[in-house]
Nanobody, 116 residues
Framework: QVQLVESGGGLVQPGGSLRLSCTAS????????MSWYRQAPGKEREWVAYISASGGSTNYADSMKGRFTISRDNTKNTMYLQMNSLKPKDTAVYYC?????????WGIGTLVTISS
């Protein structure tokens, strides 16, 4: 079955960095584009970044451009999100998502807290 497992979250001070990972199984990882989303407390889930199946194409939400970098290693079935210059408003649960045959699959998320 499809499984997505996020990791790498934690507590970081403003201005700090974190790298999130999403390890996938149960499907042909290298054949599918992937995305990161996040959900802040009391807010709706929002899209963060996208990466194509090969990794050759990426896209970001405006508020993340220049600070976040999405990447993937198809040999490890893993996607990453490098987050720099973190701000308190980046506090959220971060999720990875894949769309397979018109069905979206989500991980359980990893909590990122930005606070001094």
């Amino acid at each position: 079955q499809v499984q997505l497992v996020e990791s790498g979250g934690g507590l970081v001070q403003p201005g700090g960095s974190l790298r999130l990972s999403c390890t996938a199984s149960g499907f042909s990882f290298s054949s599918y584009s992937m995305s990161w989303y996040r959900q802040a407390p009391g807010k709706e889930r929002e899209w963060v970044a996208y990466i194509s199946a090969s990794g050759g194409s990426t896209n970001y939400a405006d508020s993340m451009k220049g600070r976040f970098t999405i990447s993937r290693d198809n040999t490890k079935n893993t996607m990453y999100l490098q987050m720099n210059s973190l701000k308190p408003k980046d506090t959220a649960v971060y999720y990875c998502r894949v769309l397979l045959r018109d069905m979206g699959y989500w991980g359980i998320g990893t909590l990122v807290t930005i606070s001094s």
